[in-house]
């Protein structure tokens, strides 16, 4: 007789989940916290107050880093909510892909010269 184990698609939690117990301990989601301690005067900020409110520069550089080598904007997105890694990263939080390649964009020069 084959025995199932039951399981609901529809099932919450009954405590938020705290994502660091999710990523493994030498993930390299951990070692990105580091952008932390990166000064915020190289990047762009809107400092006026108008618009919408603009994503961190810490947690969108966090997330570039993390998403190491990918060019295109929309994956790292959905790396947001496909990785626990990326979600991490991001704070659960997720960056569209046009934010994504803005920041990138409008930033280029506070990455400095990237290695070839």
Do not use: C
């Amino acid at each position: 007789m084959t025995v199932l184990r039951p399981y609901s698609r529809q099932q919450r939690f009954l405590l938020p989940p705290d994502l660091a117990d999710w990523v493994a301990e030498d993930d390299l989601a951990h070692f990105v916290a580091a952008v932390e301690r990166v000064a915020l005067d190289a990047f762009e900020i809107n400092h006026r107050g108008t618009g919408k409110a603009q994503s961190h520069p810490r947690l969108m550089l966090g997330l570039l880093i993390y998403a190491n080598g990918i060019v295109s904007s929309r994956r790292p997105e959905r790396a947001t909510y496909r990785d626990i890694g990326a979600r991490f990263v991001a704070a659960d939080q997720h960056p569209d892909h046009d934010t994504i390649a803005a920041f990138r964009r409008d930033n280029a020069r506070a990455f400095g010269p990237l290695p070839s």
